[in-house]
């Protein structure tokens, strides 16, 4: 081979080399920029791929997905302890300020000039209000104060299946991964999924679809869908605030009592931008690696 020759080849590897490094740092410029959009976008779910990365790479970014993760766990369990605390002081105050009516409306309806005349009724109405009022901030305040949880290894199948056996009158697709085990309190589990249920039959949902899957990292999805009404785009961010409702018979206590009991277990729960086909609202429940 000449010189010229090889010179040539020499340069052509050159080219090859520089042109696969221009693509493969402009691969890892543009995976930069989806993780700083789903940043600023809050979501923190994002897992890029580790494909055609040298092993330092590779390792970096399987640390960025876990943070990602891990960022979400500590947003959604800060969010949970906010509300805690606010809805603390609100039944703290409520029940300090309906206390003294409840009180002043029995004496009233026991004293003579009020028994029998045109203002009985109206004080009844005020009394019962109030003792319904406060029969409810402390039904939430009890309902909330829950045991801690007592994690453990869990099949999570038969749990679905005792659930379903208490609504027997929806009709239930399932696919189901027989075998999947998670680390979880089975107690609060169950009351999480009767929630869930509960809520979607308040939004007349007929038919219950539910679908489990493990991802490689050992974490466990459970998807669980409905045919109710459809949630309004405008409350889709507050469905998970206390008290916050979109139906007439609703309370807004089961979704952020189901969210707080999962939450506090290492697990997460989302309302999904998509719903499943053939379902109009689908909530994901997150279950940490067991181990």
């Known amino acids: 081979m000449s010189v010229a020759t090889a010179w040539m080849v020499i340069g052509a590897v050159v080219v090859v080399l520089l042109l696969w490094f221009w693509r493969h740092q402009r691969m890892l410029a543009g995976r930069a920029h989806l993780m700083q959009e789903a940043i600023q976008n809050r979501d923190f779910t994002f897992r890029l791929p580790t494909r055609h990365m040298f092993s330092g790479e590779r390792a970096l970014q399987e640390t960025l997905n876990q943070l990602g993760e891990h960022v979400r766990e500590q947003v959604n369990l800060g969010e949970v302890e906010s509300w805690e605390k606010l809805t603390r002081v609100l039944t703290h105050e409520i029940m300090n300020a309906t206390a003294p009516i409840a009180s002043i409306s029995q004496s009233m309806l026991h004293h003579p000039a009020v028994k029998g005349s045109d203002l009985e009724e109206g004080i009844i109405a005020i009394h019962n209000t109030v003792k319904h009022l406060n029969s ?148 994901l429940l997150e279950f940490p690696d067991k181990h």
Do not use: C
């Open 136 to 283: 409810f901030v402390d039904g939430y305040r009890k309902y909330s104060e829950l045991q801690k949880p007592v994690p453990r290894e869990v099949e999570l199948t038969p749990v679905i299946n005792e659930v379903e056996q208490l609504f027997a009158e929806l009709t239930w697709v399932n696919k189901l991964t027989e075998g999947l085990i998670i680390k979880t309190d089975p107690n609060l589990l169950r009351q999480i999924l009767i929630n869930l249920i509960k809520n979607a039959v308040e939004a007349g949902s007929h038919k219950i679809g539910v679908v489990t899957e493990q991802k490689q990292e050992g974490r466990v999805l459970l998807y669980i869908s409905n045919d109710g009404e459809l949630i309004p785009a405008d409350a889709r961010s507050s469905i998970f605030i206390p008290f916050f409702t979109t139906k007439r018979k609703g309370n807004g206590i089961g979704l952020s009592l189901s969210r707080r009991l999962l939450t506090i277990q290492g697990g997460m729960m989302s309302l999904l931008d998509e719903p499943r086909d053939g379902f109009h609202t689908t909530f």
